[in-house]
């Protein structure tokens, strides 16, 4: 028998006979992703243009993956509502000022702590109809219990994620919670971007061979300078340099392809981006 998401959920005290709204978040007009990164996201959430919660006691919360799956984000009780113009502003986000003057309510939601452990672990099947993201309660099938110890949600796509530096020690200091991370980012090769926030600057790498590039960024999580020239001798200078480091992905590569021709897209990326000229980039 295949458990389904109420299934899950009764087993951390969730009642199914209290009035209750799923909800899968994924917007065009906000990154969700950097909301949650930024613990926005319940206050995202709280700010509706229409009376979506009114009638519901709690509220099971989700964000979109790619195609019909969605990340487990928290059970939220619903206490009550008001006027938008009433809710918080906090100057930390900077999405909160439009909410506060466009939504129409303000929804006084408390997450329910007993459901924390499974945040950023079950993973669901939303369904086709993924434009209605408010739903009535649904046994919704579960694709997949991610191990305990994980500090990121889902790996979703190649191209779609942007990693701290200690995001990226996460990944490796509990490497078989984040298994959805290992196998893919060790399955390829490719091109990648480091972004120094505090400076703007940056500096392009690759990898290839047989650890792809799962195997080249494990040494900037140890070291914080992968074993760069130029990194490490800023990081000597500032010791907490890797802290401003933002890892993405720019081109994934085959790690069958040969060293000679990975190079060569990195160098085409290192003069597309100048990294050489006013970046990271000594060579």
């Known amino acids: 028998m295949t458990l389904g998401l109420v299934d899950i959920l009764k087993i951390a005290g969730f009642d199914p006979s209290v ?10 007009r906000y990154p969700v992703e950097e909301l949650r990164r930024h613990d926005w996201l319940e206050l995202y959430q709280s700010y509706q243009a229409k009376p ?24 939220y009780r619903v206490l009550g509502h008001r006027p938008a113009k009433e809710g918080p502003v906090p100057p930390s986000c900077g999405w909160s000022q439009e909410w506060n003057r466009t939504a129409q309510f303000y929804y006084d939601l408390e997450r329910d702590t007993r459901f924390d452990d499974l945040r950023g ?12 993201w408010v739903q009535k309660l649904d046994n919704k099938p579960v694709l997949e219990i991610l191990p305990p110890g994980r500090k990121l949600d889902p790996f979703d796509d190649y191209l779609e994620f942007s990693l701290t530096h200690t995001e ?7 490497e078989e919670a984040h298994r959805d991370w290992r196998i893919p980012l060790g399955a390829v090769g490719g091109v990648y ?5 505090g400076s703007g600057d940056l500096y392009i790498g690759s990898a290839y061979g047989e ?4 195997g080249r960024w494990r040494y900037y999580a140890i070291s914080g300078d992968g074993g760069n020239v130029r990194l490490r001798e800023l990081i000597k200078r500032d010791s907490a340099y890797p802290e401003q ?4 992905v720019l081109q994934i590569l085959p790690k069958t392809m040969a060293r000679d021709e990975v190079l060569k897209r990195e160098t085409l990326y290192k003069r597309k981006l100048g990294t050489r000229a006013t970046g990271l980039n000594s060579n």
């Not at 979506?52 to 487990?72: D, E, M, N, P, Y």
């Not at 971007?193 to 926030?197: D, G, K, V």
């Open 52 to 75: 979506k919660f009114h009638l519901a006691k709690q509220i099971v919360s989700f964000c979109g993956l790619s195609g019909t799956r969605a990340v487990f984000h928290g059970v």
């Open 19 to 28: 009035a209750t709204k799923l909800v899968r978040h994924q917007d065009r």
């Open 245 to 248: 480091f933002r890892f993405s």
């Open 211 to 214: 650890s792809g590039i799962w």
């Open 121 to 132: 672990r079950v993973i669901i099947d939303w369904g086709p109809g993924t434009l209605a």
């Open 168 to 174: 990226l020690k996460d990944l490796f200091d509990n």
């Open 193 to 197: 971007l480091i972004l120094a926030q």
